[in-house]
């Protein structure tokens, strides 16, 4: 009988936070298999902490390399494919031997997830099913505890990533700014809100939902002060009734 | 002692999708509150069919008016600003009676939700918190069975209501979207879709997660034939490993 790789989105870091089918799954696995850096815990597991029955199998699925090369050249894109391919078969051995896997990933899978790359190869061999969850940036502007959207706002998520060209003409485009990958980005993040006219609007959110939050006003940051899990918004304010439109 | 007004984001409409808290929170709740259309059952208070404890009170805040007047007349922003300042005023009392009142939204109440209106009134008078869920559109994507972004794709979350030059221009510049509102306004959608050479990756998503969940390619798609809980998705194709960008 063949087993399953079930990818399971975590949501934003509060365990609280992960939907009523990842919890049961998560609490029933005899398998788990997760993301990280090698050296490290690994933010997905640490989520699931005291959620794991005991006896649990745990595959730590460890990144061979990640910033220390550019992520367009050769060799990067060569040993990250080598360590999907690797995964791949792994799991698919697993699934094959009737396991059912449960993959444990931060946010919602789809959504920027690195489980992506796993799940294109894997799910024409054997059975995948995702099971989403709250993204990251949702736990963040909740956080701050101020609406995304409103009306007919547009919405533009961004990674940091993107040239700075690109960064401005995406801020001067949209109501509601979400910017992701900031981390050694920051700076130019902020020169792009600051050309764009959003720079005064726009917050840092650190840990968004987790022990350790930290939310800023974005222009009261060091450059120096970088964390790579934070997600800079920029809150929109469109259309609604006008009792509300003088606040 | 002062109760509190606590909105609960539902997901995208399968009630196994909705967070652990949020669950404790709709099986424990004395009083739930949650918007519908007069004379509808509500798609929150269906989601959370059967999970009402016996004896839960139920208060339905129906819209006094939908789409029956232009969303910018003054008849209409009146009708509702009323609404709200009313619904402010009972929910307050509630909560001053020391009543925890329970209020049900799909989706993320932050994302889009009607529970703004009431949260921006409320949160200076009464405890108010608010529960993230997990989006619509993230079910959507989802349920599609395909990764939304990947690397740097750019995402942009359009309004069908948005005029079509709007439409177009957003649609040209981001790898991702999703577009929100559809309904009437999706032969609107399409045109633009077609005129930013984007049309042929474009899905139309009904009732993701839910019973009667319907996907298909949006060029298939009738121009009589527009649900009103419909998405239109178009998927990122961004940065990925070699092995994978031949697929």
Not at 17 to 27: K, N, P, T, Y
């Amino acid at each position: 009988m063949t087993g399953k790789i079930i990818c399971v989105g975590l949501g934003p870091g509060d365990p609280d936070l992960i939907s009523v089918r990842a919890d049961r799954l998560i609490r029933g696995a005899r398998d788990v298999a997760f993301f990280r850096k090698a050296g490290r815990q690994g933010q997905a597991r640490r989520i699931v902490e005291g959620m794991l029955a005991p006896g649990t199998a745990e595959h730590a699925m460890e990144y061979p390399v990640t910033t220390e090369l550019p992520f367009d050249s050769p060799a990067y894109i060569a040993q990250l494919s080598a360590f999907y391919d690797d995964w791949t078969a792994r799991l698919r051995a697993m699934a094959e031997a009737g396991r059912e896997v449960i993959v444990l990933c931060e946010g919602d899978p789809f959504f920027y997830g690195s489980f992506m790359h796993l799940y294109v190869r894997l799910r024409d061999l054997v059975p995948v099913e995702v099971v989403p969850g709250i993204p990251g940036m949702v736990g963040c502007w909740n956080a701050v505890g101020q609406p995304i959207t409103w009306g007919d706002d547009v919405l533009t998520v961004l990674m940091g990533t993107l040239p700075e060209a690109d960064l401005i003409r995406h801020m001067r485009g949209a109501e509601a700014l979400v910017i992701m990958k900031t981390g050694r980005n920051l700076p130019r993040v902020r020169r792009a809100l600051a050309t764009a006219g959003r720079l005064d609007q726009a917050w840092l959110v650190e840990r968004g939902t987790m022990p350790g939050q930290r939310m800023v006003p974005l222009a009261e940051v060091g450059d120096d002060d970088c964390p790579y899990f934070a997600i800079v918004l920029v809150h929109g304010h469109g259309r609604r009734p006008v009792a509300e439109a003088a606040e």
